[in-house]
């Protein structure tokens, strides 16, 4: 079955960077478009980010453009999102899912607080 493993959150202060990982398993990893979404306080979870299958075509959401990068490794089954330039109102649960049409299944995401 599909599971996806977050990790790399953290407490980071505003300007501040993180890289997040997301190790997948249970399909075709380097069959499927991957991206990042995040879940704010009190918001609906947003896509973020995405990549398509073999890398390239990687696409953002106007507010994190400039300042993260989405990847992949295909042979780790692994996707990462690397956030520079932090503020505040990335606060979130980020969650990694197949772009476009997520799985049924989600992760237990990774807490990213931006704060001073």
């Known amino acids: 079955q599909v599971q996806l493993v977050e990790s790399g959150g953290g407490l980071v202060q505003p300007g501040g960077s993180l890289r997040l990982s997301c190790a997948a398993s249970g399909f075709t990893f380097s069959s499927v478009p991957m991206a990042w979404y995040r879940r704010a306080p009190g918001k609906e979870r947003e896509w973020v980010a995405r990549i398509w299958n073999h890398g390239g075509g990687e696409t953002y959401v106007d507010s994190v453009k400039g300042r993260f990068t989405i990847s992949r490794d295909n042979a780790m089954s692994t996707v990462y999102l690397q956030m520079n330039s932090l503020k505040p109102e990335d606060t979130a649960v980020y969650y990694c899912?197949?772009?476009?049409?997520?799985?049924?299944?989600w992760g237990q995401g990774t807490q990213v607080t931006v704060s001073s």
């Open positions: 899912n197949r772009a476009l049409a997520p799985y049924n299944y």
